[in-house]
């Protein structure tokens, strides 16, 4: 019983250590700052790491989820998530835009 205890801590721990690391920081860690950046420098409208979530992530219709779907063409990746804000394994929720009674 001790060691699934144990055991059982030591995955939450484990858990709670990756989720406190911030999005840019896990993909900088992968490949540096031009995993996501062109010369490893923001561009002036994001576009060019928009289509870098695209490339390795797949475009918002081949992506999980129905609320990828519906925002495809009127949003892009960075509208929703913010790599340099968000923690890894945050998801950003509806009432975080919608909050007009729109959504449930």
């Known amino acids: 019983m001790r060691k699934w205890l144990m055991l059982l801590f030591c995955c939450s721990f484990a858990v709670s250590a990756v989720s406190a690391e911030l999005l840019a920081d896990m993909h900088a860690d992968m490949a540096g700052c031009e995993s996501c950046h062109e010369d490893g420098e923001p561009s002036s409208d994001f576009a060019f790491e928009n289509e870098q ?14 609320h990828h779907a519906i925002h495809d063409g009127m949003l892009v990746c960075s509208d929703c998530h913010s790599p340099h804000e968000m923690e890894v394994g945050q998801q950003p929720g509806c009432d975080d835009c919608h909050d007009d009674g729109r959504t449930p």
């Open 53 to 66: 979530c695209q490339t390795c992530h797949g475009a918002m219709t081949e992506l999980d989820g129905e």
